[in-house]
């Protein structure tokens, strides 16, 4: 497995506080990709990165931003966490597009983030 | 949405049984993906297949892909007690992946 790290694991906040997830790669994986797990929804693309301070938006990226300063560490923020943000976080990351075993990704442990 | 469903949603079989989950999606692919979930883990990747191919094999795994009706079925042979798990499909868009809702699949012992 590629080594991911997410940190922290487990996290409760309170409404409108601001709270960031971290995730931490040491396989310089060129790409990074944050998602939102919720029962009934399975997987939901949050934001992705594919290169360093390069980044898109995913399908549920409202509420959210991210920050990716060097290859290994991508970082997502919650600027005024709401209830509706309560989930558990996975950070994923993938080496490239082309060759091989490019287009898998490897996921992390996950974040179970809690907003009351 | 693109998102893809799978169905069905839940799965109970006996070890030892096959077991079978269908994915569809909405447009078209480069490629489709299957991963797995233990509870309360990340996901693994299980096995790929591509546009142009309809049929892949991994030991007890058996993926197709009918890219006309936009749908793929996993088959598990053989299932064990520790196939238990949530199993989900992924297109394949180019940068990014979107995933299924996912199949929690139960073996008994």
């Known amino acids: 497995d590629a080594g991911i790290t997410q940190s922290p694991r487990h996290k409760v906040t309170e409404t409108g506080t601001p709270v960031t997830l971290r995730c931490h790669q040491t396989?310089?994986?060129?790409?990074m990709y944050w998602y939102r797990q919720d029962p009934g929804h399975g997987l939901r693309l949050i934001h992705y990165?594919?290169?360093?301070?390069?980044?898109d938006k995913g399908e549920v990226s409202d509420g959210y931003s991210v920050s990716r300063s060097k290859t290994e560490d991508f970082l997502l923020t919650l600027e005024s966490a709401t209830s509706s943000q309560t989930s558990v976080y996975f950070c994923?990351?993938?080496?490239?597009?082309?060759?091989?075993?490019?287009?898998?990704?490897?996921f992390g442990p996950g974040t179970r983030l809690t907003v009351l | 949405s693109q998102q893809g469903e799978e169905d069905p949603q839940a799965l109970s079989i006996q070890e030892g049984e096959n077991a079978t989950m269908n994915c569809s999606y909405k447009?078209?692919?480069?490629?489709l993906q299957w991963y797995r979930q233990n509870s309360g883990r990340g996901l693994v990747h299980l096995i790929l297949?591509?546009?142009?191919?309809r049929e892949k094999h991994s030991g007890r795994l058996r993926v197709t892909l009918d890219t006309s009706k936009k749908s793929s079925s996993l088959l598990i042979t053989a299932s064990r007690a520790a196939d238990t798990a949530s199993y989900f499909c992924?297109?394949?868009?180019?940068?990014?992946?979107?995933f299924g809702t996912g199949t929690r699949l139960q073996v008994f012992p």
């Open positions: 447009t078209s692919i480069n490629n």
């Open positions: 297949i591509r546009s142009n191919e």
């Open positions: 990165s594919y290169g360093v301070k390069d980044t």
């Open positions: 396989e310089n994986h060129r790409y």
């Open positions: 994923a990351t993938q080496w490239g597009l082309a060759g091989p075993g490019a287009d898998t990704q490897y």
């Open positions: 992924a297109t394949d868009y180019g940068d990014k992946l979107i």
